[in-house]
Each structure stands twice: as C-alpha cells, then as structure tokens.
C-alpha cells in the first residue's frame, strides 16, 4: 500500500518533469533547430522571380500568403482571416488579420497586398505574370484588398496562395535586387544569414500570426551536396531533414532514419512541339504516345515510391479524371503501324532529345523509342531553359510539382501561353471553354469536380505532352522531429517539434 | 628509347598494362559480350554467368558498358596529352629563338593558364562550345599545355647555349635546321616523360570530367561516367564502383610507371644505368665477390 503510494507520488512528480525534457523543451529552450538541406534550395529569394516552382516550400519559411491549402489541397486562411465574391464573382475581398507586421516592422495591410500583386504582374523579371491574368486591378482599403477580376474567376483563393502570392514588405521590395539578397516577409521565420546558393539562417519570428504553433527555434538551410552524401550527413546529424531521391531511401532506412513520402502533385512529361517535325504529323504524335511503357519508368527510377500517371494529377485528386485513364496505353506494335503508315521507316525519324541535365528518364525514352524504330540521340544543354520556354525545342523532358489551383495546373501545361507547353501558341481543341467554365463555377459547387475532370479530359486531348510517372516526394528525416501534416505539395512547419537537439 | 625502358622491370609493367589498355580501347567495343545500351528489366543485379560484373540501374550489363566504354575514355586522355604536346612544347622551344617580346607573350600566357580554376573554366568553355567530348579535352589539353611549355623551354635552353648550337648558327644554319637537328633529340626524353605524366594526369581529367556529367553525352558509357552513377545506387550495390575505379587506378598508374621509367633511361646518367643494368645481366655468374670488412 505504501509502496503503491510511493509510486504514485513520484508518478505526479516525474512524469510533468520528464516530458518538459521531450520536445517541447527543445523548443521552449530556444534550441530546436531544423537542419535541412534541398535540392531545391532558391536560387532567388524575391517571390516574384523564383515563381510557382518547387522552390517555393524554401521560400514560404520567409513569406506567408493571403491563403494556405490544407490537408486536402483546399485554400484555408492565412494572412487573410477570410474573403468573400461579390454575387456576380468579379470582385473578391480580403480581410486581413490586424496587427501583422513584416519583419522589418511595415504593417501588413490591403495597401502590401496591392503591392504585392502590381509588382507580380508588372516587374520585368517576374516568372508569376503569366498567372495573374484573371486579376484587373486591387483597390487597398485598411486591412481589406479589393482584386478586381478581368472574368469571373472563383479559383483566385487556391491561386493567391504560397505558390503563387507569396507576400514580401513593400518597403524591403522598392528594390527587388537587395530583396533578392535579403527577403523580408511576414511567414514563420526570419533570415538572420543568406549566403547565396548555399545557405541560409533562419529564426523563429515571433511575430507571425501563428507563431504558437510554430515549435521550431531556428533554421540551417542548405543547398544538398551529392544525392549520395545526403544520407551521410543524415546520419552524422550534420542535417535532420532531407529531400532524397528514392536510390538513397533503401540507405536512408538503414541508417535508422524516418522515410515518408509527402503527398504531391508531381507529375514528369515528354514534352513536343507539334509546330515542328516531324510532330507536325499526328500519327507520328501517336506512334510515341503509344511507344512509351509508363511502368517502366516507376519500375526502374522510383524503387517502389512512384506511381504511373497519364494527367498532370495524381488519382484521387479531385481533378483527376478517370474517363481519360489509359487513353494511350503502351502498344509498340501499334505505335510501329502508325509509323509506317506515316511513311517513316524504321531509323528514318531521328530525333534530338535535349535535356539540361544528366536524366536517366531519357535514356528510358530512347531505349522505348529506338523498341519502335525511332532513333533518339540525348543533348545536354546546361541553357536548356532558354530554348525550352522560348518554345524552341522539338523534344525534352519536363516534371512539375503541381499548383495549388488545379485550373492554373491546366492552363500551364495545355493553355496558349502555358509555360510548360513547348507547342504554344497551340491549345487542344475545346480546352479555352472547358477551363472557363471552372473558372465560373464556385469551389463549393456540387458540379465543380465533374467541370474541372471535363477540363482535364479536354487538355489531356493535346498532342503536346506525355505524361509518364509521378515521382514521389521523398522525404528522410531525423525520428526527433515529429511528423509533419500533409499538405499535398507542400512543406508545413506548423506543429512540428524537434525533441533532443544535438 | 622504348629498347631502354623495358630494360626496368617498371618500364616492362609500364608498357604491358598501357599495351592491354591500348588494346582495351580498340577492341573492346567488339569484345562487349552484350550490346552495352541495351535496357531490361532485371536491374541492379549481381554478378552471374549472364552478367560477369552485374547490371546497372537501367538494366544494362555493366562488362559491355566497361568495355565499350574504355575506348572514349582512352582516347579523350590521348587527346588531351597531345593537345598539351602542340600547344606547349612548340611555343616552348621556339620562345628561346624567336625574340624577347615571343617570349614575355608566351610566359605571360603560361602563367595565365596555370593561374585558372581548372574545372570552372573547362565548365564555362563547354558551355560556350557545346557539351561534347572533343571540347572538353581540347580544352583541358590547352590548360595542361603549360607543363609541355616550361619543360620544353628549359630543355632548349640548356641546349640553346652550348657551343656546337651557337657554331652551327655562327656558320649560318637556320633555326629551323638547328631545331631539328639539335635541339629536338635533347628535349625529346623530357618531353616523353611530360606526356607519359600528362597521360596519367588526362585520364583522372577526363574521368572527373565525366563523373560531372561534362563531355560524354549519355547513354555513352566511360569509365569516370560509370563511376558516378554506380555511387548513387551504393546501398544496393556496394561493390560496383570498384571495377571502374580499379581500371582508372591501374591505367594512372601505369602512365605514371612508364612516366618514371622514362625519366630513369633518359640522359647519361639513365644510358650508364641501362648498361650496368645489362652488363649485370649479361654476366650473371662473373659477380664479384662479396668485399670483406666494413664499408
């Protein structure tokens, strides 16, 4: 009974004591430090010039955005508390949170929204424009910001998200070339050190609107060194946090570290340009769709991790459309016909695949490709990107990792002007109208899903691009840092704690 | 010179690996026992009477990739020794003849040369010329050129300054004549330890290079290719960098072996040697007796 007693007593006393020495106490003590090194570390730190890319999940710990998306991929609250359209869903309002400051002490209000949103669509080496063109004018009233819509358009919450309206100060951002150097934003940290290209230090910002759940003291980002040192300095503890290709996961799990997958929307392509040759024939379009074994891409690139995919979305995701499934499924006998009916005989096509950087999803195209006769020879162009998005190419590679507004994923694979569609200014018929009419009908609206899947179907009618495999989001982390929530395509510190720091 | 190197038991291992490489690089194409860009689906395997040395990551047999592989890789090294053999030794020798501002120019631009990051302005030259194999050697032989240079001259200079030179150029030999006939036989041994060096030396150069991804387009098989991309896929096959290292090793050193060799029989000193060396040889049982006492 005494003993009982005892137990009990010492119960009360220890177990509050020993769980302070857990994460939280990391935390508390100002110690927990993420250490993460990315493959995708920003080449600029200026929003506006990094654009809608895989940089942007760096980017975010310095800016927040007028919304978030949740653990569905649905626009939530984040700077901006709520919004609202006007009936007729040409105008849309932001209220914003009161008493936000960015980190240089400039309020955030409707005035550094406006500012936001002008340079965006006006400064000359903005990558975002292109995505603004649903957007008239923002007229700033207090902490409200009034976007004047050129159509109606009810995807402009997923839009003004941390993909694409990443917030910076207006004053840091009257000159955009030392913004680049040193970002000044509103988000979860603040950059204490930038050493470009290679590191950046961050701390906690304690004025962010949802610094409570932010458990995370300070921030060592770095740029990765080689795929196949990423897992050492995982285990010697030099980072807790890493991107990894699927290669390194089996090594990652051996040396006793979390291996997760973080949904996405990631989705690699053959990209071609039907305004030349010989993709200026169809059935030649035809014969490579039908060329091209997808499996073999998961089987071989993504050890288990990836999955096949046709459409720039992954299944389940609400843009997904399963009537377009396996539209071109792999038939190198048919592929093989349409060639000859052409009038191409075997090794007559010869094609220059130019890629910016060793790939081996090229090698797997030239392999499947010379299988039906076409002969494929693989260009490494470190400029890839110019002759790539001036539209120049005949024949490359491309991945995206998606958008947070499945219309803006559409229009920039399969629209006139999408940056991911080397055939612009071609878009496949019926595709303007479908996207129009996703853009006129509400989030919430019963018939959203089957207008946007009727969209899909109608880009996925394009001769531009193959769609291949989806790889994964690979993630190694150190077992201290608990598990992060998954926002598809994004990376959240919001919760996350790191208990026993080194 | 080639009768004195195999004199040296080193000048022999020298040769017989440089001769089994140089081999490797005409034949092996040929002797690649499966077509080397061919994918399957039995990827990462190990060793097995089908695959000697396994497979790669796409499925490839890693034994057709290594032989087929060695003759770029041969070739890129050769071509960068000789690209450094033109362009250094010529400038080199003719800097002592040709006048005082030939000679401030072509130092100048030696030292300039020695004074680049090597591999950032290979990277920056590639990217001006187009990524191909040929522009990255040619390029790496341009920036190994100065070595060729300053052996050459010092040779030449040496010679440059005896008396027979100067009596032939008093009795009104050109200096082409000169050149040919005097000078060029005194620094040729230099000059072909230089090369056997800068053989070793291109080899790492060229694997590097293509362990970047620099210079070879892929499917291309090279060995520094083959290496880089077997140190991605180390959990699942921890052994297969070794074959590619080993072949790249081996051939360095063996540049370097005859490189030493070389230097060793060249020269007086290295004719005295060789002939001691072969006097030894000769009259195996007419040694001396072992001196008595101390030395």
Request: proline share 7%; hydrophobic share 45%; charged share 15%.
């Amino acid at each position: 009974m005494r003993a009982a007693a005892l137990g009990t007593a010492l119960l009360t006393v220890l177990v509050p004591a020993l769980s302070a020495c857990g994460g939280d106490a990391a935390a508390g003590s100002g110690n927990a430090t993420l250490k993460w090194t990315s493959s995708y570390f920003p080449t600029h730190w200026d929003p506006v010039v990094g654009g809608s890319g895989a940089q942007f999940r760096e980017l975010a710990l310095v800016y927040a955005s007028l919304t978030r998306t949740d653990e569905n991929g649905k626009a939530v609250p984040d700077l901006a508390k709520s919004w609202e359209y006007n009936v007729k869903g040409d105008r849309i309002t932001f209220h914003l949170r009161p008493g936000l400051k960015f980190s240089d002490g400039e309020p955030v209000d409707g005035a550094a929204v406006k500012a936001a949103i002008d340079r965006a669509k006006k400064q000359q080496n903005s990558a975002l424009f292109g995505d603004l063109t649903s957007i008239k004018s923002v007229d700033a009233e207090g902490l409200d910001a009034v976007i004047h819509l050129t159509q109606v358009d009810y995807q402009i919450p997923q839009l003004l998200g941390e993909r694409v309206l990443q917030i910076a100060s207006p004053k840091a951002a009257a000159s955009p070339a030392e913004l680049d150097q040193n970002p000044v934003g509103a988000g979860p940290f603040i950059v204490t050190q930038l050493i470009p290209g290679t590191k950046v230090l961050l701390k906690k910002n304690p004025d962010y609107w949802d610094a409570k759940n932010i458990h995370i003291d300070n921030v060592e980002l770095t740029s990765a060194p080689d795929a196949a040192t990423v897992v050492n300095g995982l285990q010697t503890g030099v980072y807790n946090f890493a991107d990894i290709e699927p290669n390194q996961a089996q090594a990652a799990k051996k040396a006793g570290l979390e291996v997760f997958v973080q949904p996405g929307f990631n989705a690699s392509n053959i990209s071609l340009n039907i305004n030349k040759a010989p993709f200026d024939d169809d059935k030649v379009v035809d014969a490579v769709r039908y060329a091209i074994n997808r499996k073999e891409f998961v089987d071989k690139l993504t050890f288990g991790y990836g999955e096949v995919t046709d459409q720039p979305f992954p299944k389940g995701y609400v843009a997904y459309d399963p009537k377009s499934e396996n539209d071109y499924s792999y038939d190198p006998a048919k592929s093989r016909k349409l060639l000859a009916e052409a009038g191409h005989k075997s090794g007559q096509i010869k094609l220059d695949l130019v890629i910016p950087a060793e790939d081996p999803q090229a090698e797997i195209v030239q392999s499947q490709l010379a299988a039906v006769g076409i002969t494929v020879t693989i260009k490494i162009d470190k400029n890839w990107a110019t002759p790539f998005f001036a539209k120049d190419l005949t024949f490359s590679l491309y991945g995206t990792t998606g958008r947070d507004s499945a219309a803006q994923t559409l229009t920039a694979h399969f629209g006139p002007n999408g940056p991911l569609n080397l055939s612009s200014p071609y878009e496949p018929s019926g595709f303007e109208a479908a996207i129009a009419r996703v853009r006129q009908t509400p989030l919430g609206s019963p018939a959203y899903p089957q207008v946007l899947r009727a969209a899909t179907r109608a880009g996925l009618r394009s001769k531009a691009l193959i769609f291949t495999y989806s790889q994964p989001n690979l993630i190694a982390k150190s077992k201290s840092i608990s598990g992060l929530p998954k926002n598809p395509a994004h990376i959240d510190w919001t919760g996350v704690t790191i208990s026993g720091t080194r | 010179m080639l009768r004195r190197v195999l004199v040296l038991p080193s000048g022999r291992i020298a040769v017989a690996i440089l001769a089994v490489i140089a081999l490797l690089a005409l034949f092996g194409p040929l002797l690649a026992p499966q077509n080397p860009l061919a994918t399957s689906d039995n990827t990462l395997a190990s060793a097995s009477g089908s695959h000697w040395l396994g497979t790669d990551y796409l499925g490839r047999d890693v034994l057709s990739r290594l032989l087929d592989g060695s003759r770029l890789s041969v070739l890129g090294s050769l071509e960068v020794a000789v690209t450094a053999l033109v362009v250094g030794s010529v400038p080199g020798i003719l800097s002592v003849y040709l006048g005082r501002a030939f000679e401030w120019i072509t130092l100048r631009l030696a030292d300039t040369l020695v004074a680049l990051p090597f591999l950032l302005f290979a990277v920056a030259v590639i990217a001006l010329l187009g990524n191909g194999i040929t522009q990255a050697m040619l390029v790496t032989g341009v920036l190994v050129a100065p070595l060729f240079y300053r052996v050459s001259r010092a040779a030449t200079l040496a010679v440059a300054r005896s008396q027979y030179v100067e009596a032939a150029l008093l009795s009104g030999a050109s200096i082409g004549w000169v050149v040919r006939r005097h000078v060029w036989v005194k620094v040729l041994p230099p000059i072909a330890v230089a090369l056997a060096q800068t053989f070793g030396v291109g080899f790492v150069i060229v694997s590097s290079l293509t362990f970047l991804g620099i210079g070879v387009q892929p499917p291309a098989p090279t060995w520094g290719g083959l290496l880089a991309s077997d140190l991605g896929y180390l959990s699942h096959q921890p052994w297969a960098p070794l074959a590619p290292a080993l072949l790249i090793m081996i051939t360095v050193w063996a540049g370097n072996l005859l490189a030493d060799a070389l230097r060793d029989v060249s020269g007086e000193a290295g004719r005295a040697l060789v002939n001691s060396r072969k006097t030894r040889t000769d009259r195996p049982d007419q040694s001396e007796p072992a001196p008595t006492g101390g030395a």
